[in-house]
């Protein structure tokens, strides 16, 4: 009768999308079960008690408006159609400072990030989310650790690379990674990816977790849905779902290159766990 597990990783587990793992030759864990993970047990516990609404959404859109990140507009426009959320502020591009997130984040319920990110190894509280070329604005575990306060928020989702990245190289317990700080700034879950992630992928996989999050209510059921519908979708099926975004705020050259990359996607894209994988639950 088990429909949900809970996994607190052991060292180098931590880097291993075990969500993805076979049961048999027909299933994997997935299939069965809604995974979310844990640093350790006390953060479970932590997080069980914090009661939270999901009423108010910031997103920050391409901060550094990479041009190549022509699905980060598209990703934010499905989710900013939610009805769930009856109060959005979105930053596009350069309105993302690091000053006014920290603001404007104290009494959200959810934060979305799209854009780029970078874990640092060797010192993982230089791992940031890039708001700027100008390395001082980026949003660093340090700067979180230390100046980001946020008690209201329900969930965090950081839609770029390893933002879900732990340092499992170390002898320590205490696994440091973007997901850490932001629990520890008071979130109650945070969703990050384990590597280097595809960007239209991407855009479909939280376009599909915020549409089941509405209907089902749990984080971690919403993402196991999302990752499932991802991994069975035809090409056909994906382009009649991108033509249900609002699609006006893109100019007309991202619309003809967005247009483009999903002309070209065939068959069943994005089986392969490359593509649905990454993205895992920290928090509950």
């Known amino acids: 009768q088990i429909q949900n597990l809970i996994i607190v990783p052991h060292k180098y587990l931590h880097l291993f999308p075990l969500h993805a793992l076979w049961l048999n030759d027909h299933q994997r864990l ?169 960007s239209i992928a991407t855009a479909f996989i939280f376009d599909e977790f915020y549409r089941q999050l509405e209907q089902t209510g749990n984080k971690a059921i919403a993402l196991k849905n999302a990752q499932n519908w991802l991994r069975r979708r035809t090409a056909d099926e994906l382009r009649e779902r991108a033509s249900t975004w609002d699609l006006s705020k893109l100019e007309i050259t991202e619309r003809i290159r967005l247009d483009a990359a999903l002309y070209s996607l065939e068959g069943i894209p994005f089986e392969n766990p490359y593509y649905w994988a990454a993205f895992i639950l920290t928090g509950c």
């Open 30 to 198: 997935i299939d069965r079960f809604a995974v979310s993970y844990f640093p350790n047990l006390q953060t479970w516990k932590i997080c069980q008690n914090r009661q939270r609404s999901r009423h108010s959404l910031i997103g920050i859109e391409n901060p550094t408006q990479d041009k190549d990140l022509i699905f980060a507009k598209a990703e934010m426009a499905s989710i900013r159609q939610r009805q769930q959320f009856s109060h959005r502020k979105i930053f596009p591009g350069k309105q993302a400072s690091k000053a006014e997130i920290l603001h404007s984040a104290t009494d959200t319920h959810c934060f979305h990030f799209s854009g780029h990110a970078e874990y640092n190894f060797q010192n993982p509280l230089d791992s940031y989310l890039m708001l700027s070329e100008n390395s001082e604005e980026n949003l660093t575990l340090n700067t979180i650790f230390a100046d980001l306060h946020i008690p209201q928020a329900d969930l965090v989702t950081l839609s770029a690379c390893c933002t879900g990245v732990v340092d499992a190289f170390q002898p320590l317990e205490e696994y440091l990674g973007l997901p850490t700080g932001f629990l520890l700034a008071g979130a109650k879950a945070v969703i990050g990816s384990q590597w280097k992630v595809n």
